[in-house]
């Protein structure tokens, strides 16, 4: 009885593992859902420093597209906008280059607080809603901040949580770059 306590303990260690390493980025990126196709949506921007009110589709096909998944009560997300800055500065009209946020406006979040927010953190790039959680279940963003690339194809070839430095952001846009059709 003891052996197969022992082997449902080591399977269960190792399922739990597995998510683990898939959840902090352990897991090479095509296990993680790597080059999977993603479908373009329409996303509401909001009127901020650096966004205009409209629509902005995501991912625009035939451009690469960095999207940054936060929230306004998140501190790593805080703590992400001088680095996005940074980012956001040294990528060209190339790269759609967006934060989304999935936060559900007129519930416990407004749209002014999100506009507030991003005017204290100095954001000064496109910023979305993505009101239907459509994008982040595509690109698997199950918290914040998260982060993902998508190539000039649609396909999500970079992706992950946690906070990135600005050249953590760039190294993914610019592997994008290379590898996409021009």
């Known amino acids: 009885m ?30 993680r859902g790597g080059g999977s196709q993603v479908e373009s949506r329409e996303l509401e921007r909001i009127d901020a420093p650096g966004s205009s009110p409209g629509t902005e589709v995501v991912p625009e096909s035939g451009r690469v597209t960095y999207v940054d998944f936060f929230a306004t009560w998140c501190s790593i997300c805080e703590s992400k906008m001088e680095p996005m800055g940074e980012a956001a500065t040294a990528v060209d009209s190339e790269v759609q280059f967006l934060s989304v946020t999935n936060e559900p406006l007129g519930v416990t979040t407004t749209r ?42 649609n396909r999500l070839v970079w992706s992950d949580a946690g906070y990135k430095t600005a050249s953590e952001i760039l190294d993914p846009i610019r592997e994008a770059r290379d590898v996409s059709p021009e």
Do not use: C, K, M
């Open 112 to 153: 002014t607080d999100v506009v507030e927010w991003w005017e204290e953190h100095d954001g000064n790039w496109p910023v979305a809603h993505d009101d239907s959680l459509e994008l982040s279940r595509a690109v698997n963003a199950s918290g914040v901040p998260y982060a993902a690339v998508i190539d000039a194809d």
């Open 2 to 31: 003891r052996r197969r306590e022992l082997l449902a303990g080591l399977g269960a260690l190792g399922v739990v593992g597995t998510g683990a390493a898939y959840q902090f980025g352990g897991l090479d990126d095509r296990l």
